[in-house]
């Protein structure tokens, strides 16, 4: 099906350890983007991607990697997953054109213990 | 500084009530100006848009938002709401950069019958 996907969908994770969450779109979209949701703070930029091989840091970079091999592909790895990490992760992406708006993802709510 | 500011972070209503959501945005972001939905457990669904010309935008579902150059607002209206409106909303503007948006905190519409 058309669209942007994430997965898995949810996820429970120790500290420490390492997980990626994936995202997909069919689109061909040039611009991606991870947000993290938490009470209160609404959505933040974590990265984003201008093309493949293109990535830069938000709002809150730290803890976070990503990459870029290909252009309907961005996943997010958390290197060593902290319990601050645990929240819900929205992918997104945006054509070149105006007037940029963005698509979302169906989230990945990732709980870290 | 650029800012999307999202007067009330929670509004109950009653079902076929009127309601406004509002927002207020900084004039330093341009004005491509956005309102979300986000129903629960789902992934945020792009409502309206505003990017130039009439001042009034209709969107889906029976919203429409009026952008107001001199106040610098971009208010979110919906006629009678019905219970399936109860949501979180988000307002956001084009950062000028990267394709990015600005997010307001969200305001959480709570229809109740």
């Known amino acids: 099906d058309a669209g942007i996907t994430q997965s898995p969908r949810y996820k429970i994770t120790e500290t420490g350890r390492q997980v990626t969450l994936m995202c997909h779109q069919t689109?061909?979209?040039?611009?991606m983007f991870w947000y993290r949701q938490d009470l209160g703070h609404g959505l933040r930029l974590i990265y984003y991607?201008?093309?493949?091989?293109?990535?830069d840091k938000g709002e809150v970079p730290d803890g976070y990697v990503v990459s870029r091999s290909k252009t309907e592909n961005f996943p997010l790895t958390l290197e060593s997953a902290t319990r601050s990490q645990t929240s819900v992760y929205f992918c997104?992406?945006?054509?070149?054109?105006?007037?940029?708006?963005?698509?979302f993802g169906p989230g990945t709510r990732l709980t870290v213990t | 500084a650029q800012s999307v500011t999202q007067l009330d972070s929670q509004v109950p209503v009653f079902e076929e009530a009127p309601v406004e959501l509002r927002c207020n945005y900084s004039?330093?972001?341009?004005?491509?100006l956005f309102w979300y939905v986000q129903y629960p457990n789902q992934g945020l669904q792009l409502l309206l848009k505003?990017?130039?010309?009439s001042t009034l935008v209709k969107g889906i579902n029976g919203f429409e938002a009026e952008f107001n150059k001199s106040q610098t607002s971009f208010h979110l209206r919906k006629p009678s709401v019905h219970i399936s409106d109860t949501a979180e909303y988000f307002c956001?503007?084009?950062?000028?950069?990267?394709?990015?948006?600005?997010w307001g905190l969200g305001t959480s519409l709570a229809v109740n019958p």
């Open positions: 956001a503007a084009y950062a000028g950069n990267n394709r990015k948006l600005i």
């Open positions: 004039s330093s972001v341009s004005v491509y």
């Open positions: 505003y990017l130039s010309g």
């Open positions: 689109w061909s979209h040039s611009y």
């Open positions: 991607s201008a093309a493949a091989d293109i990535t």
């Open positions: 997104a992406s945006s054509a070149d054109r105006v007037p940029y708006e963005q698509y």
